[in-house]
């Protein structure tokens, strides 16, 4: 009797010493069986939309094109126009200078540099393939803007550095009513470059994106300012989204006033009308 019981005792320690070998961790393995539990499910809202923000702007920052065209051009212009006597500025010319390198800066990363974006995204199938995804389609849209607008903060803190360096000194409140301003144009042109990044091809976005930066940069209101273009072209530039972000600016930042409720008006039309065409032709591939 003691004897079977105690090949019984025998039996149950053997049982729980093999029970403990196999929940150890077996060679090559870190961790013991059942240390993580899956715990499958989607994400937290905020915390997908900062990683995707994180992501779209650090994809617009490590692009060489996009860094040229966004920073580096505008910094030229910023330093070249305010040296270079070219057009009827008063001096100081940076002054005049600084808001208008400004939208163009905007108009550079939020039109540009996301139409081509979307528009080779789309031939590639990141959309596509981002839409498989547990991301929600606000999540996509919100990264885009808020990355766009990081971008475009970036660039006002470079730019007014170095026009700070050429001897620009706007106004603390004109700094202030220049902020609602960058973000209403990065609206507008954002909408604009979904618009035709959205419709076209990777290949026509290219060309027609291109364009569209080169006429307005020089009838546009952005090179040079309004009053140094010929009466219709200066009159035609008012009614485009850069010439009113440039008034508007020129506005804020060079005499601490409030804008007119016209370039004001032009941009708001502008990022209702894009925004509404781009959400009927907008294709994902």
Do not use: C
Not at 144 to 164: E, M, P
Not at 218 to 226: D, V
Not at 261 to 269: C, D, E, I, N, S
């Amino acid at each position: 009797m003691n004897h079977g019981a105690a090949k019984t005792g025998t039996g149950t320690a053997g049982t729980g010493l093999a029970r403990d070998d196999r929940d150890a961790p077996r060679p090559g393995e870190r961790f013991p069986a059942g240390t993580f539990a899956p715990a499958p499910g989607r994400g937290r809202a905020l915390r997908m939309l900062a990683a995707h923000t994180r992501i779209e702007a650090l994809l617009i920052i490590r692009h060489g094109e996009q860094a040229l065209l966004t920073l580096i051009i505008p910094l030229a212009l910023l330093i070249g126009l305010s040296t270079l006597h070219i057009g009827t500025v008063p001096e100081p010319r940076v002054d005049s200078v600084a808001p208008r390198i400004l939208a163009l800066a905007v108009m550079s990363t939020a039109f540009t540099g996301q139409a081509i974006a979307l528009g080779f995204d789309r031939r590639y199938g990141v959309l596509k393939r981002l839409s498989a995804t547990a991301l929600p389609r606000w999540t996509l849209i919100s990264g885009r803007v808020l990355a766009t607008l990081l971008v475009v903060a970036l660039q006002a803190v470079l730019l007014g550095i170095t026009a700070a360096l050429l001897g620009w000194t706007p106004s603390p409140l004109g700094i202030v009513a220049a902020l609602p301003l960058l973000v209403l144009g990065t609206l507008a042109f954002g909408a604009a470059g979904v618009l035709v990044g959205g419709a076209f091809r990777a290949e026509i976005v290219l060309a027609v994106a291109n364009a569209i930066w080169f006429v307005l940069l020089l009838a546009g209101g952005l090179a040079l300012p309004m009053s140094d273009l010929p009466g219709p072209v200066g009159a035609i530039a008012g009614l485009l989204p850069s010439g009113a972000l440039a008034t508007s600016l020129e506005a804020a930042l060079e005499h601490a006033a409030l804008p007119g409720w016209q370039p004001l008006l032009v941009l708001v039309a502008w990022a209702a009308a894009a925004g509404a065409l781009a959400v009927r032709t907008t294709r994902l591939t």
